[in-house]
């Protein structure tokens, strides 16, 4: 399905490492949907070189940014602009990374460094990113922003640990920050909230299979796969959603309204 | 702006009045968006006329149905069903009256009588709407079944009256029958949380200018319009929005996560 | 435990069936706690006579009303004011009954006649009891309503049927006349949203067992005890809480805020 | 009012800088209920002198202790149960701080070496001490964890800048860490979301009148004062409130249920 809902528009796609991942959905159904991108991940991901085959598949220029460094962020939103033609409609924030869930700390163990590094790296970086687009004047008006979050950052999920602190921060930069861009510039700043995916970066977390199957029961349309957020994503960049602003959307299959399921008790 | 969004999709529209209906906006979009319509209002908002001139405008059929009664919807989708060439793919709800806030009935001198007609035309028509839907099984897999509601079902609005209780129904119905109709059909069901719009349905409410006006000062992005809406509506009839369900979502320029806006000082 | 927490505070408490009802727990700790109460329930409830014994065991009147009928609430409350010697501190609200559960209807087959009666035993009662509290004047400034609620308002639970919007619009009314207790009197109003429990009332839900053992399960203090419950109650009622209004608070060892317990998985 | 709530406990305060303080009311109020209790400030705090006269009033020990410092909450821990005779009861954490309000940094041009620095000052603080109650096993079976919160965590106030975040990642903490805390000692942990309060901290805060005296219009009940909000965490201190944990608990005058008060209009 294409409508060209996204002709004539450019962004940043944050975050596309493999095939698994959300932010590769993403950026090849907003190419299909008409728009022209920039990928950028941290230089880090560029090493496993799939990054770069979805830039060539995209006609899509990759630049690697740290996206905790606000050096590295402006380099990479002027190259942008540069590159697109002028200023952004829409930025994808597809970031999250947990220390102390890879180095197996329980989250009544923490390494509080390596808990502020998560924080930085997961949430505070979608913070500089507007900042820094902010500062530059590098979105259009009505323009679009949206990070990719989880319910965690509402409801215990034991091993999520402090990714759950990750998203709540983030969900809160969303509010924070989507107030200022509206009296910029009409700038939208949305998360949406998805159901579990089987991502590569997903899958360093404890428990995940369980995790995803549990959801996938207690979901009445089942969990949501990746290929359906990069639609509800492009729909989110486009101009159909206008006045949506400011909020989390949970693009989950129906868990988020669900107390009890009775496919879970069977 | 049309990208064919709908294109090939059919359903019907509650609750077309006249050129301010948000309603009317949704039915103009869908058709523009390439969907096939049937009209339905209540009997007594046939006499208007607007309606049947909105029908010829789009090519729908207006289909009188008293939305509180279980035959008048029987007998307008088996006919929707019969007219479209098939189950459907998308139903907007957009129904509500209060009896108390139209004779002047202090929310602390409720005709309880009153009250429960209220609940009947403004939230149960849905739940009635939704039963008549699933027993003559007349929607599409991945259908969409949309209500609009509005954030007195979060938060106390003074003049709201008793339809702070009709939306907090409405939203409970979509959780409630969304769980069925997911297992069932995978059809979606969600209500959109609109800002205040000036209707002719909502001029009736006491005090609406000044709801009006303090809503555009406290949203960010100002009250979201009716043609906004129908736009929104569009998405979430799209295939673009097939694992969103059983979710209140908010088209109202930020203004449900505004804590206070400093514009508001000023 | 008893403090005097409520030491020369009067009040009446609705729904006390028999020594399983939570209202039996508030009514016995209520009076534990140095309060002076009346005892009131639907007349058929009388008939099993196990409320006229708790009456007398707590030195409390026992005044049969039914809750939907303005005479019989209005005749109460004067009563009540009369035998307490003056306006009253607390009123608790422990009030459910569905028809189409009791009579096993399906929720995508209701009877919406019983559906109506449903809303009007279960949630427009605590609308009719606090217009005529407020009408005859019949609260002390600070005085405190509250009524019982569960977490299908806000999520779905299958079997739950259409006492899920009972809750949702007993919760609603909680917020709207909320306001105008404050506004008139600082009267509070409030809900909590209980655990599921064993009571004569609860064991009526069909998988009310399933219901309780998931619950308690997912619960990381486990299901909250009726005893448990009348404490919170009476905290409420105390002078201890004066600025908590408008809410609906969970009593439910921690239910409401988890997404997944482990203890479910195993 | 007292009426011993807290007979027979124990517990520490973290936070009472002067008699503006929240924690100084609580300080007092728990000494008043019956409690023994150990103050804590930083040790910057010491200086001003206020917090040595308030433990010479309440019998209370002040012991230095910088909460982001895991060697000093250890210390202080260790010390208290000592000097407490024993495991505590109850725990309230009041602190917070913002470096780029103090420095006057507006939001989109954040210093983030300084949010950093206030996420671990006003949140991070919270998990350290819990996690350092947890592994000293310093906590009774049914103890009490407190954080002050502020509502700034669900919506935006345009002035409160990174605090939000900060509330925002403390909600979480005490969802995340309240489930550990269950399952190990049947131990609670919730927020109490409190009004604006004139604090010493509160009063650096731009634009705090404004917040005030709008937040003060639009709580039907008012603005709850600090008063008013120890004795509210007495209560949730207390064995009353035994099964509520993780939550966020509003004690606002009824703010946060607030769509518009015509209040605010006039």
Redesign the interface.
């Known amino acids: 399905?294409t409508?060209?809902?996204l002709?004539g528009k450019t962004g940043i796609i944050f975050g596309a490492l493999d095939d698994q991942s959300i932010a590769t959905h993403v950026a090849r159904t907003c190419v299909a949907e008409g728009a022209r991108i920039v990928l950028t991940n941290a230089p880090v991901a560029m090493r496993f070189g799939e990054i770069q085959k979805l830039g060539e598949e995209l006609g899509a220029e990759v630049i690697p940014a740290d996206a905790t460094d606000?050096g590295d962020l402006e380099a990479l939103v002027k190259k942008s602009v540069e590159l697109l033609g002028g200023p952004l409609d829409f930025v994808l924030h597809s970031i999250g990374m947990s220390l102390n869930v890879r180095k197996k700390r329980e989250?009544?163990?923490?390494n509080?460094e390596w808990?502020?590094k998560t924080?930085?790296i997961s949430a505070?970086s979608f913070?500089?990113t507007?900042?820094v687009l902010?500062?530059l004047d590098a979105m259009k008006e009505w323009g679009s922003v949206l990070a990719l979050s989880y319910?965690?950052?509402?409801?215990?999920?034991?091993?999520?640990?402090e990714m759950?602190?990750s998203k709540?921060?983030l969900?809160?930069?969303a509010?924070?920050?989507?107030?200022?861009y509206?009296?910029k510039k009409?700038v939208?700043v949305n998360t949406i909230s998805q159901?579990p995916t089987m991502t590569t970066a997903g899958s360093g977390v404890k428990?995940i299979t369980?995790?995803f199957n549990?959801?996938d029961k207690m979901s009445?349309?089942g969990n949501?796969?990746a290929a359906?957020?990069a639609?509800?994503c492009?729909?989110m960049f486009?101009?159909?959603?206008?006045?949506?602003?400011?909020?989390n959307?949970?693009?989950?299959?129906?868990f988020?309204?669900?107390?009890?399921?009775?496919e879970?008790?069977e």
């Not at 989250?107 to 923490?110: E, F, G, M, S, V």
């Not at 319910?151 to 640990?161: K, V």
């Not at 509010?175 to 200022?180: I, L, T």
């Not at 959307?249 to 129906?254: E, F, I, P, S, V």
């Open positions: 399905m409508t060209g809902l002709k606000l989250y009544t163990d923490i509080h808990m502020l924080f930085d505070i913070h500089k507007m900042q902010y500062k319910i965690a950052a509402q409801r215990s999920f034991h091993d999520y640990s759950a602190e709540a921060l969900e809160s930069f509010r924070s920050f989507g107030y200022y509206a009296r009409q939208r159901s428990g369980e995790f549990y959801a009445p349309l949501a796969p359906a957020c639609h509800y492009a729909v486009s101009d159909y959603t206008r006045y949506v602003t400011m909020q959307l949970y693009h989950d299959g129906g988020s309204s669900m107390g009890m399921a009775p879970i008790l």
